[in-house]
C-alpha cells in the first residue's frame, strides 16, 4: 500500500512538473520584452493573472525520533474578480495533497487531502503615488482533511494582507496572516497562527527569476517558531501557446518545533498562466 501511494503521488508531481518541458525543446532561448514582463507579473501575487501553480514540497526529519518525512503537493488556483474600474478581488486558495511516512510513532503513513486555505484580498488596480500595491481581506481554514493525522479537524479565519512594490526587474513584498479556530473538534487543539512571509525577486530579460522568500509562522498555543528560508529559479516557457513558469527550488529550516522538519527542504512548481474567466470583460 505504501508503495502504491508514493507511485500515485510520483506520477503526480511528474505530470505537473514535466508534462509542460515536451514543447518547450522547441522554443528559441531568446525572451521578448512581453515574455519577461509576464515573468515578472508572476512574482506579484496580486496580479491581474488567472493561474493554478502546482507545488511539490518534500521534508524530512519530522516527528520526535527525526524519522519522518513528508511530501507535499499543493494545488493553489489564484482567481482575479474585477469588481469595477477601481477594485480586484483576489482570490487565492491552497489545496494539500500530502503523502507522509514514519513521522507519528507506532502509526505508519498517510496519504490524502490536508486542510484548506482560501484567501480573498481586496487590491486597487492601479499602485499607490509611492509605486505600493496592496490588499486586505480574510483568510478562511477549512477542515478538508481525509486523514485526522494530516489536518486539524478545526474550522479557522482571520485577517490577511499583502503589500509590496515593483521597482525596474525588482519585485520587494510582504504577505501576512493569522489564523484563530472557532470550530471542529473540541479534542483537538485550538489553533492560533501567525504567517510572516517577507519575499524579494530579481527577473531578467531572457524571463529567468531568482526569488528568496522566508514563510515565518508563530504557533501562539505552543509558543513555537517555524522558520523556513526558501531560494528558488524559474523561467517562463510556453505549453504550445499556454504560458507556464517552471520552478525549482532548496530551503533551510532555520528554526522549527521539536518535532518539526529539520535540515534541507526541496521545492518544484509549474505555474500555469490561464485566460481569466472572471474579469467580467
Not at 491581474?48 to 521534508?59: A, E, K, R, S
Not at 490536508?114 to 499607490?128: A, I, N, Y
Request: proline share 7%; glycine share 8%; aromatic share 10%.
Amino acid at each position: 500500500m505504501r508503495r502504491k501511494r508514493m507511485a500515485i503521488i510520483s506520477v503526480l508531481a511528474l505530470m505537473a512538473l514535466f508534462i509542460p518541458l515536451v514543447p518547450v525543446w522547441t522554443i528559441d532561448a531568446a525572451a521578448t520584452d512581453a515574455e519577461a514582463d509576464l515573468a515578472q507579473e508572476l512574482t506579484n501575487p496580486l496580479a491581474d493573472l488567472m493561474t493554478i501553480p502546482i507545488q511539490v514540497n518534500y521534508d524530512q526529519d519530522i516527528g520526535p525520533a527525526d524519522a519522518g518525512e513528508r511530501w507535499q503537493i499543493n494545488i493553489q488556483p489564484v482567481i482575479p474578480f474585477h469588481l469595477n474600474e477601481r477594485w480586484n478581488l483576489i482570490s487565492r486558495t491552497i489545496v494539500p495533497v500530502i503523502q507522509q511516512d514514519d513521522i507519528f510513532p507506532g502509526e505508519g503513513s498517510q496519504f490524502g487531502l490536508g486542510d484548506t486555505s482560501l484567501s480573498l484580498f481586496l487590491s486597487p488596480k492601479k499602485p499607490t503615488a509611492n509605486g505600493l500595491l496592496w490588499g486586505v481581506g480574510p483568510i478562511l481554514l477549512l477542515p478538508t482533511a481525509t486523514d485526522s493525522l494530516l489536518g486539524g479537524e478545526k474550522w479557522g479565519a482571520g485577517p490577511a494582507a499583502v503589500l509590496l512594490t515593483m521597482r525596474g526587474p525588482w519585485t520587494m513584498g510582504l504577505l501576512a496572516n493569522h489564523v484563530w479556530s472557532f470550530a471542529g473538534d473540541s479534542d483537538r487543539s485550538d489553533i492560533s497562527n501567525t504567517l510572516i512571509q517577507p519575499f524579494v525577486s530579481h527577473t531578467w530579460s531572457n524571463a529567468w527569476t531568482l526569488s528568496v522568500q522566508c514563510e515565518s509562522t508563530y504557533n501562539w498555543e505552543t509558543e513555537d517558531w517555524s522558520v523556513p528560508v526558501n531560494a528558488a529559479v524559474s523561467k517562463l516557457v510556453y505549453w504550445g501557446k499556454l504560458p507556464v513558469s517552471l520552478q525549482a527550488g532548496v530551503g533551510y529550516w532555520l528554526e522549527a518545533p521539536e518535532t518539526g522538519p529539520e535540515g534541507w527542504r526541496f521545492r518544484f512548481q509549474a505555474n500555469f498562466v490561464l485566460p481569466n474567466l472572471f474579469s467580467g470583460k
